[in-house]
């Protein structure tokens, strides 16, 4: 019946070739579960692991339901999504449970998602999300089902080391989400397993054309799973309506008040557009955001360049290497050269000192630290110094 993926994953799964699940082979007798969005990637995922022989668990976190959200296409684990990831379970012929974890994601995620704006930082929830309902909640409900490993569909490889798993880049750097996941544990990353690390997305959309999943051809998630639009004011103001206050723009240099705002909220450090404020001479940028006293503040470019950040709740992955370090401080940012002071790794703070001038460098977001393609750990800028 499933002729066309098992000629098409007969060679992925090949013993001479690496083991995808990285479980050695034969696995059966091996119990997968997989954390199934209801996107490709993890419907391929659930698709490898059923035709490996070993039984499979499909799992969906319901996260949220908040209207319009729930009914678009690629938002991720609400709505029709968590149709799709069961009709894949269904074609598989696997498992499937959809768990209600709908208030653990507001309180750890939205709500928190909607004070670091009112705090006048630039949050990530998507590493909030990874380091809590997805890495924690349904790592541990896989564990108590008996499961050898917990797969994803995250585009990152785990390499065995000399001291254990290791967290790299995925082998194609445009699909390559290793910095939503350094707050993995070692603990978690001994369990956990990437079996798309090192496929390329094209190859990826083959095999579940190939196996006839409905989902071959969804497009990718875009922005923030629970903000529908790309509106992220407007989920702040419904979680805190206190965010939509009015007040000044003012350029940091001189205490000028050069026009009003709509709320802070609004604003990120590095943005240029948005800013109405008309008859200036040089464009100017946020260049930080006073929160308490509802202020945002806008200069030139040169302002937004750093020198160190202090970078607080840091998780290290294996061993700190002797070797150069580089760092990420946005998704889309490209590594910079860093060193680091002070002790990193298990919750502390430390200070990342950039070679060179580094812009973007936002509080609230994270600072991704790299050996090479290994990701050694990170954590949340809290500060910057110009």
């Not at 990530?124 to 499961?147: E, S, V, W, Y």
């Not at 999943?213 to 989920?235: E, M, N, T």
Request: charged content about 20%; glycine content about 12%; overall charge neutral.
């Amino acid at each position: 019946m499933y002729a066309p993926l098992a000629m098409a994953s007969a060679a992925l799964l090949d013993p001479d070739q690496a083991d995808l699940f990285q479980l050695g082979t034969p696995l059966a007798g091996r119990r997968i579960v997989v954390a199934m969005s209801g996107g490709v990637d993890s419907s391929v995922v659930a698709a490898l692991a059923a035709r490996s022989g070993a039984e499979v668990i499909g799992i969906t976190l319901q996260l949220y339901d908040f209207g319009s959200a729930a009914k678009r296409k690629g938002a991720c684990c609400a709505g029709d999504d968590i149709r799709d990831a069961r009709s894949v379970a269904d074609r598989l012929g696997i498992v499937h449970h959809v768990i209600d974890h709908e208030s653990r994601f507001r309180d750890d995620v939205v709500e928190r998602f909607a004070d670091d704006y009112l705090a006048g930082r630039t949050p990530i929830p998507c590493i909030r999300c990874n380091m809590g309902p997805k890495f924690t909640d349904l790592l541990a409900m896989a564990q108590d089902l008996g499961a050898d490993c917990l797969a994803t569909g995250h585009y990152v490889q785990r390499v065995i080391g000399r001291a254990g798993p290791e967290l790299h880049r995925a082998m194609d750097p445009a699909r390559d989400q290793s910095y939503f996941l350094y707050g993995t544990t070692e603990g978690q990353l001994g369990f956990l397993r990437f079996p798309l690390g090192g496929l390329p997305k094209a190859e990826v959309r083959r095999i579940a054309k190939a196996e006839g999943l409905r989902v071959a051809a969804k497009p990718d998630s875009q922005d923030i799973c629970f903000v529908p639009d790309g509106d992220y004011a407007k989920i702040v103001r419904s979680v805190r309506p206190e965010g939509g206050l009015p007040g000044q723009i003012v350029h940091a240099q001189t205490g000028e008040v050069l026009g009003a705002h709509r709320g802070i909220i609004h604003y990120t450090v590095g943005q240029r557009r948005g800013l109405e404020i008309g008859g200036l001479a040089e464009p100017l940028y946020v260049t930080g955001i006073d929160a308490a006293k509802a202020q945002v503040l806008v200069g030139p470019r040169h302002l937004l360049a750093v020198s160190s950040a202090k970078i607080v709740e840091t998780n290290r992955i294996g061993p700190l290497p002797a070797g150069p370090l580089t760092a990420k401080v946005r998704s889309m940012a490209k590594p910079v050269p860093v060193t680091i002071a002070g002790p990193f790794g298990d919750g502390a703070d430390c200070t990342l000192h950039f070679a060179g001038p580094a812009y973007g460098v936002a509080p609230g977001q994270a600072a991704v630290i790299y050996a090479g393609e290994r990701v050694v750990g990170g954590g949340w800028i809290d500060r910057t110094e110009p």
